[in-house]
Every structure is written in C-alpha cells, then in structure tokens.
C-alpha cells in the first residue's frame, strides 16, 4: 500500500513540475509572469486529441513531438508579434497584461472552434495495462507517465547547463546587456525560450488529457498549479520546480486517500503552510 501511494504521488508530482517547469523557464529567463502558460497546456492536449482523432494508429512519441512543436510554433509566433514589444516597457505589469490577454484569446479560441466539451486522450488497452516490478505491479500508463516527465526535466536540465545555447540563455537571464555585447543574439534566445516553454506546457498537457478528461476552461487550475509549483521550488530553479511538483502531488494522493471529496485542497494547504513558514523563517533569520 506504502509502495503504491508513492508511486502514484510521485506519478502525479513528476507532472505537477512538469506543469511548473515552462512557467519557471520563462519567468527565470525572459523575466516575464505568462499568464497563458495554462492556456498552452489545454492547446497541447487539444492538439494531440486531434491528432489522434486525425490518424488513430498515431504512435505515443508523433503525438508528444506533434504536440510540442505545433505550440512551440505558436509560442515563438505569439513571442515576437507581443510579448517581446511588450517587454521593452520597463513595467513588468505591461508583459503580464500582454499574456493575460493572449490567454483569454486562445481559451476563447478554442471554445469557439471545439465547443465546452471536455475532451480526453484515447489510449486504449495502455490505461489498464500493468507491469510486474520487484514483486509490485504498476500501471503502464502512470510509469509511462512518470518516465515521461522524468525524461523531459533530464533534457531540460542538459540543454541549459551543458550546452552553448544553455549558456547563452544564463547569460541573457543574468545580464542581457553584457551578453548582447559579447555577440549574443537575445532576441533570438528570447523567441527560442518562449518556444521551449510553451512545448513543455503542451507536452504536460499531453500526458493530463491521457489521465483525465480537459476543456477550453482547463488552463486556470493548471496555471494555478503551475504558479504553486514554481514559487514553491524556487523561481527559475529546474531541480527546485521538480522536488516541488512530488511534494505537492504526494500530498494530493495521501490526502485523497483519506478524504476522497478532498480534491486540491491539501495541495493548497501545503502551499500556503510552506510560504508561511518561509516568511517566518526569513523574518527570524
């Protein structure tokens, strides 16, 4: 019982930070608070659904990378036709305005294209699966989950601090100035950025419409949560927004395995008893 309860927090936690991670790499490198991140997140589910209502033989991998690319697309688009102008104001307000827009936009989008339907991924046999590990079974879909998200943050963490276009993005989140004077294109890094988070947003997305239903108005809890995993792991901090997402979905699970009718508010509770408690350890120190 132990085995499997945290297995299934750390099943929904790993996505929990999945969900935080696009967030915390745009508000760490761009310095911007994107309020349509949960928008981006509902459009990457939406867009595998229709993928596989497109091509139902669609292997898991096309419909991940499909996902990814076609919101990335829409990222880097939506990045240089309105945030980045918007970010040459020097109040950080006006950029948040911008995304706040642009996600009444794209819910609204949706909800005229597709109508209020909520909408999941069809996986078929995978959802009941199960593997035998150590003398413990598992279901397939939440280790395929698990591995997933697991995988996503292991590349995410290697693209930025083991590559050159890592080290130019540290460079334009420290000090854009100096970078631009030592050839760094930051505009470009800008773009590329606001592209990398919004395909991980649709890549969390994916694997939400594999596990529940989603509708054009999904993307407020998924923003929520995406804030509540971010400042909890610490504001642009890859290892910090993981370790956030499994404390927090490891309280969802233990506390629905007590209260069924609990939903998120445990999670909620976490959130704000672990900001209480670092306010007052900071004021003590």
């Known amino acids: 019982m132990i085995i499997d309860l945290l297995f299934q927090g750390a099943t929904l936690g790993a996505l929990y930070g999945l969900i935080g991670a696009g967030l915390a790499l745009n508000f760490g490198i761009l310095k911007v608070v994107n309020l349509a991140h949960g928008e981006f997140i509902t459009l990457?589910?939406?867009?595998?659904?229709?993928?596989?209502?497109?091509?139902?033989?669609?292997?898991?991998?096309?419909?991940?990378?499909?996902?990814?690319?076609?919101?990335?697309?829409?990222?880097?688009?939506?990045?240089?036709a309105f945030v980045e102008r918007a970010m040459t104001f020097r109040d950080p307000m006006v950029p948040m305005l911008v995304t706040f827009g642009l996600a009444v936009m794209i819910r609204n989008g949706l909800l005229e294209a597709l109508g209020a339907d909520q909408r999941g991924l069809d996986v078929g046999g995978l959802a009941q699966a199960?593997?035998?590990?150590v003398g413990q079974s598992f279901g397939l879909l939440p280790l395929i989950t698990l591995g997933l998200a697991l995988a996503a943050f292991a590349g995410l963490a290697t693209l930025i601090f083991r590559t050159r276009?890592?080290?130019?993005v540290r460079a334009v989140s420290d000090r854009p100035e100096i970078a631009a004077i030592l050839g760094v294109r930051v505009k470009r890094i800008?773009?590329?950025?606001?592209?990398?988070?919004?395909?991980?947003?649709?890549?969390?997305?994916?694997?939400?419409?594999?596990?529940?239903?989603?509708s054009p108005f999904s993307g407020v809890s998924h923003l929520l949560i995406a804030f509540e995993v971010?400042?909890?792991?610490?504001?642009?901090?890859?290892r910090g927004v993981l370790i956030a997402g499994l404390i927090l979905g490891l309280a969802q699970v233990v506390a629905q395995r007590f209260d069924a009718n609990a939903g998120l508010l445990y999670v909620h509770l976490v959130?704000?008893?672990?900001?209480?408690?670092?306010?007052?350890t900071g004021r003590l120190a």
Request: proline content about 2%.
């Open 230 to 238: 971010v400042v909890l792991g610490g504001i642009g901090r890859i």
């Open 130 to 133: 199960r593997i035998t590990l």
């Open 165 to 168: 276009f890592g080290r130019e």
């Open 44 to 80: 990457g589910a939406f867009m595998a659904v229709g993928l596989v209502a497109a091509q139902s033989a669609l292997p898991l991998p096309l419909i991940l990378t499909g996902a990814f690319l076609g919101c990335a697309l829409i990222g880097v688009v939506l990045q240089a």
């Open 271 to 280: 959130f704000f008893t672990a900001l209480v408690g670092r306010a007052v």
């Open 190 to 214: 800008h773009l590329l950025v606001a592209g990398l988070s919004a395909g991980l947003a649709a890549l969390a997305g994916v694997l939400l419409a594999m596990r529940a239903s989603v």
